[in-house]
């Protein structure tokens, strides 16, 4: 009697993730930082009103990783923190006129990156296929759940 293999979703979605990063980290492999790229491009689009921890809740980041994250960033020289006005227990994270020159090859990099990964779907699949995605997400989302980080280590060959 022959069996359906069981594969693990999970699997097949840290595997997708390896070859999207792969990708997208080699049509960008000249900018100055190696990684954080994302975070560095939502806290452009923030102009200023994006805190460390709503950066940490957007990403579902730990409160660790996420200072290590501005850290790097802010090292490179394309963020700064800055007290909010407001509340200064708060820091907003401001994009930096280094790192706001990185963002146009960054978004050009997504996009194309995206691009490969669709090719070939209809524009209705791709509409359909990430609706199925943020379904699979909220599904999972409100689940029981132990937490991970998932780190991607360019191999050298």
């Known amino acids: 009697m022959d069996q359906e293999q069981v594969i693990p979703f999970g699997k097949l979605f840290s595997q997708l993730a390896k070859e999207y ?12 930082i190696k990684r954080h790229f994302y975070p560095l491009l ?9 805190s460390q921890t709503l950066l940490a809740n957007e990403l579902h980041m730990d409160k660790v ?12 020289g394309c963020v700064e923190r800055q007290k909010n006005p407001h509340d200064r227990r708060e820091q907003l994270l401001l994009c930096t006129a280094k790192g706001a020159l990185l963002i146009p090859e960054i978004r050009q ?5 995206n ?17 199925l995605l943020s379904q699979l997400e909220l599904n999972l989302r409100n689940q029981p759940q132990d937490t991970y980080d998932m780190k991607f280590i360019k191999k050298d060959h």
């Open 42 to 50: 939502l806290i452009y689009e923030a102009d200023g009103r994006l």
């Open 115 to 131: 691009e490969r990964c669709l090719d070939g779907f209809s524009p209705t699949e791709v509409k359909q296929f990430k609706t």
């Open 21 to 32: 990063v792969g990708t997208f980290s080699k049509r960008i492999e000249n900018l100055p």
């Open 65 to 76: 990783s996420l200072v290590r994250l501005v850290d790097y960033l802010s090292e490179k």
């Open 109 to 113: 990099a997504i996009v194309e990156t």
